[in-house]
C-alpha cells in the first residue's frame, strides 16, 4: 500500500510541476487591429508544439439562421473534410479545421499552422460558390451560385472579424503570418 501510495503522490507531482511550468510559458494575450480591419488576438504558450485559432465574424447579418447560412456552412463543412482527410490521412479521429458559415477552428501542430489557418482564412472569406456544389447541398434550383455570393460578400466583412491565435507562436510571428494570409486585402466597411 505504501508503494502504491508512494507512486500516486510522484505522478501528482510531476502533473502539478507540468502545469506550473506550461503556465510559466503561458504569456498575457495581445491584440492588434489589422490595416483591413481584422481584430487580432494572440496568447503565446511556448512548448505546447501546437497553434489553435478560432476566426469568427460577428455581425447582424452573419446572426440569421437562414437557408443560405445553412448551405453555405454545409459547402464549408465539405471543404473541412476534405482538408482534414489530407491533413491526418491515417488518424480518422483527429479534426484538426472545423468550418462553418462565419466562424472557422483549427489546430495544428507548429509545422502544419500556417497552411492550416490559410486553408480556414480563405474558405471564409473567399469560398467557392459553384453552381454543382449548391445543387449538391440544396435542392431548391432556385437558389444560385451567385445569389450565394452576393448574401456572403454582405454578411461576411474584414471589419468584423476576430481571429484569435493561441499556442506555440510568437506574437510577432502570428502577426507576420495572418498579414501574409491576408495579403493586402482592404477593410470594407459595414453596410
Same mark, same amino acid.
Given at each position: 500500500?505504501?508503494?502504491?501510495?508512494?507512486?500516486?503522490? #510522484?505522478? *501528482?507531482?510531476?502533473? +502539478?510541476?507540468?502545469?506550473?511550468?506550461?503556465?510559466?510559458?503561458? @504569456? !498575457?494575450?495581445?491584440?492588434? /487591429?489589422?490595416?483591413?480591419?481584422?481584430?487580432?488576438?494572440?496568447?503565446?504558450?511556448?512548448?505546447?508544439?501546437?497553434?489553435?485559432?478560432?476566426?469568427?465574424?460577428?455581425?447582424?447579418? #452573419?446572426? *440569421?439562421?437562414?437557408? +443560405?447560412?445553412?448551405?453555405?456552412?454545409?459547402?464549408?463543412?465539405? @471543404? !473541412?473534410?476534405?482538408?482534414? /482527410?489530407?491533413?491526418?490521412?491515417?488518424?480518422?479521429?483527429?479534426?484538426?479545421?472545423?468550418?462553418?458559415?462565419?466562424?472557422?477552428?483549427?489546430?495544428?501542430?507548429?509545422?502544419?499552422?500556417?497552411?492550416?489557418?490559410?486553408?480556414?482564412?480563405?474558405?471564409?472569406?473567399?469560398?467557392?460558390?459553384?453552381?454543382?456544389?449548391?445543387?449538391?447541398?440544396?435542392?431548391?434550383?432556385?437558389?444560385?451560385?451567385?445569389?450565394?455570393?452576393?448574401?456572403?460578400?454582405?454578411?461576411?466583412?474584414?471589419?468584423?472579424?476576430?481571429?484569435?491565435?493561441?499556442?506555440?507562436?510568437?506574437?510577432?510571428?502570428?502577426?507576420?503570418?495572418?498579414?501574409?494570409?491576408?495579403?493586402?486585402?482592404?477593410?470594407?466597411?459595414?453596410?
Amino acid at each position: 500500500m505504501k508503494f502504491f501510495t508512494t507512486i500516486i503522490s #510522484t505522478l *501528482l507531482i510531476i502533473f +502539478t510541476i507540468n502545469i506550473a511550468v506550461a503556465q510559466n510559458n503561458m @504569456k !498575457a494575450p495581445v491584440r492588434f /487591429k489589422l490595416k483591413n480591419g481584422v481584430t487580432l488576438i494572440v496568447a503565446q504558450n511556448a512548448g505546447m508544439g501546437k497553434v489553435y485559432a478560432r476566426l469568427t465574424v460577428e455581425n447582424d447579418a #452573419t446572426a *440569421l439562421n437562414n437557408d +443560405t447560412a445553412t448551405l453555405i456552412t454545409n459547402v464549408l463543412a465539405q @471543404k !473541412a473534410i476534405e482538408f482534414n /482527410k489530407m491533413a491526418y490521412p491515417l488518424n480518422g479521429e483527429v479534426a484538426p479545421m472545423n468550418l462553418q458559415f462565419a466562424e472557422a477552428n483549427t489546430a495544428a501542430r507548429i509545422n502544419d499552422f500556417e497552411d492550416a489557418l490559410t486553408v480556414a482564412i480563405s474558405a471564409i472569406f473567399n469560398p467557392e460558390f459553384s453552381q454543382e456544389a449548391t445543387s449538391k447541398f440544396y435542392t431548391d434550383k432556385s437558389l444560385t451560385a451567385e445569389q450565394l455570393k452576393a448574401y456572403h460578400k454582405n454578411a461576411i466583412k474584414t471589419s468584423d472579424t476576430y481571429l484569435t491565435i493561441a499556442g506555440d507562436i510568437s506574437v510577432a510571428d502570428a502577426k507576420m503570418l495572418v498579414n501574409k494570409i491576408f495579403g493586402n486585402w482592404k477593410e470594407v466597411a459595414k453596410l
